[in-house]
């Protein structure tokens, strides 16, 4: 695992078949984390439909991935409490989604509101364009008959 500065997360080399691995990665700031598996055949054995490998991964982020009855045992907390923590990571989990969402519709805003004035400007010069092309186009038939005396 690796964060988008490359920076090594977790590694674990030597996967035997039918193990289950569970493991914790804490990233320090929020960031897209990059999962690599690789299936290495041992000697001899050969690639073939035959040799197959089964991966299942869940992820889990935020609240979802603390142990909340191992924080209240450690803490030596009552069920209460246990479910007031539970709670306050999902509202703190929600105000973060809130605040990411509202940067996001801001940022989403700006780049419509400048998209719109290049639109409306490329326009405008599009217009005047088309009128002085006109005017030329005028101005140049009237020369032009002007000169055959069709005028």
Wanted: glycine share 2%; with cysteine.
């Amino acid at each position: 695992m690796t964060d988008r500065f490359d920076n090594r997360l977790h590694v674990n080399n030597n996967i035997v078949q039918n193990d289950q691995n569970t493991f914790v990665v804490t990233t320090p700031m929020h960031s897209d984390v990059d999962v690599c598996f690789v299936n290495n055949l041992n000697e001899g054995v050969s690639y073939s439909d035959l040799v197959n490998a089964q991966v299942e991964l869940s992820i889990k982020t935020g609240y979802e991935a603390v142990d909340f009855n191992e924080l209240g045992r450690l803490e030596d907390l009552k069920p209460a409490e246990v479910e007031l923590r539970k709670m306050e990571s999902i509202v703190q989990s929600m105000v973060t989604e809130r605040q990411y969402l509202n940067e996001r519709e801001k940022a989403l805003r700006d780049t419509n509101e400048s998209t719109y004035d290049r639109v409306k400007w490329f326009s405008v010069a599009s217009m005047a364009l088309l009128v002085v092309m006109g005017i030329y186009q005028v101005l140049h038939m009237r020369s032009f008959l002007k000169k055959k005396k069709a005028i």
